[in-house]
């Protein structure tokens, strides 16, 4: 019925991801980059992967947006300055789900009896898996009371900046993946039901390579964060930034990292390694 690859499915697709998207952008999670941007990745990913990818991509989706609610004030004015709040607009959507389109075109392009498409599958659900931990991490663990601490040297680091960890985060980052996988194996099963009336129960091992691979992901994140990753210092306001043009418009220092490194260059390169190591895990279990 609804078979991924023909362009009435990818009509549908793009129609679904763009209604999505503005009601995302009508509700203040994205702005209309950002929902240019949740149309293209949604419309690749329902149109060329089908049912099971298109319901783990609106998971992620409205799990992080659902989370970035939490919080509301206390979290503004820890974020405010480090270049992560407010709506997302088109580079931040590519930086999060870049990787899972670019695994749907893969899988357009082969075909799903191809040979490859179960390692597309796994690198798509293993970017995800790793987009949303750092998302869970990030959202909720802002909320920790826990001082954050620089995971390449341990020293104590203000609060929402990249490369801290507290144990909260951690945890969350873990939960995060935990949740592509649940609503893969879920969605999987469910589909299965509906197509053969057999349970799939065989994918049981996307419940423990989905955290891996995403908890792997944020791993990856506050290394770079901690490094790479671009930090500013206002002088006139003694506070660190992550933009190189904060709201305060005065001109700021590069203190760390490298500046065209931004925070969507360390979540891409997060995303891709979730999708390696999902891989990775998949060929030892
Ligand atoms: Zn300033």
Known sequence: MLTPGTPAMLAAGFLLAG??????????ALTPGGALGAMLIGGLVFGLGGLTWAVTLVSFFVGGSLLSRLGGAQ???????????????????????????????????????????????????GSLAAASADTWA?????????????????????????????RAGLLASLAGGLFIGLTAFITIQAASLLTTGQWFLQDWFLLIILPVAGFAGSIIDSILGATVQRLYYCERCNTFTESSTPPCRHPVRLVRGVSWVNNDAVNFIASCAGASMAILASLLL
């Open 75 to 125: 979290k503004a004015a820890i974020l405010g300055d480090v270049e992560k709040a407010g709506p997302r607009d088109l580079v931040q959507t590519l930086a999060n789900g870049g990787v899972a389109a670019l695994m749907a075109l893969a899988v357009g392009l082969v075909g799903r009896e191809s040979p490859c498409y179960p390692c597309f599958t796994l690198a798509f659900l």
């Open 138 to 166: 990030t959202e909720l663990g802002v909320l920790s009371k826990q001082q954050p601490r620089l995971i390449t040297t341990g020293e104590e680091t203000p609060r929402g900046f990249s490369g801290g960890v507290t």
């Open 19 to 28: 209604l999505i998207g503005l009601a995302a952008w009508r509700m203040g």
